[in-house]
């Protein structure tokens, strides 16, 4: 399964599926890393491990649509079978989605459907977390489909809200989360054990 990695920041999921593919654990191969943000770190981590790293500016195409198409372009001529969103934080063209329907994954730091959608990513998710006062919260992994954080749930995990939790302390314990369950995820799409039927997704195991 060839595999490209959409980033915007540090890259710490994209480095766990790095890392999931160089201990044989996930069955795949991460042909292209690809950021909107120039100064992404992620990029750093796929060029140090020889993985073609590529910046697009949004700025350079007249709208959104345009960039998008340059992206799908990029990914299809590369000929990738799987896309996955690891803190990426730009919304896909509904033109991508249906080009990649059932093959577009993404990692969102909350148990969705809560403190998801618009405007919920990164640390917001957390600050509000905090705010509501939930005792849970958690991470989900789920397909990507024309919504914002919509798309058919493939696997979740929960993560205690301790007492004294700040926004940093929450963010770096779900963040260990998202790893685990972005990881597990891909092994089990490269080993096409997750079934999609009707927006509903079976895990076989
Ligand atoms: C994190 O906020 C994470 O919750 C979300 O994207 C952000 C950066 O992740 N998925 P990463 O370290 O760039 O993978």
Request: proline letters at 1%; one cysteine or more; charged letters at 30%.
């Amino acid at each position: 399964i060839k595999i490209g990695v959409l980033i915007s920041g540090g890259g710490t999921n994209l480095q766990c599926l790095i890392d999931g593919i160089k201990s044989g654990y996930i069955n795949g191969e991460i042909k292209l890393v690809m950021s909107n943000k120039k100064d992404a770190y992620g990029l750093k981590r796929a060029e140090k491990e020889g993985i073609e790293a590529l910046y697009i500016d949004r700025k350079s195409f007249g709208s959104e649509e345009e960039y998008n198409r340059k992206v799908i372009e990029t990914f299809k001529n590369r000929e990738i079978d799987l896309v996955v969103l690891a803190g990426y934080l730009r919304v896909l063209s509904k033109e991508f989605v249906r080009e990649y329907s059932g093959r577009i994954i993404n990692i969102h730091p909350s148990l969705i459907p809560s403190f998801c959608g618009k405007g919920y990513y990164g640390e917001k998710v957390h600050k509000e977390v905090l705010r509501y006062g939930v005792k849970v919260t958690g991470a989900t992994v789920h397909f990507v489909d024309e919504g914002t954080d919509t798309g058919p749930i493939i696997l979740q995990r929960t993560v205690e809200v301790k007492e004294q939790d700040t926004v940093e302390t929450l963010k770096d314990r779900v963040l260990e989360v998202e790893h685990e369950i972005l990881v597990e995820a891909v092994k089990l799409f490269c080993d096409r054990k997750i079934k999609l039927e009707d927006r509903k997704v079976t895990i076989l195991r």
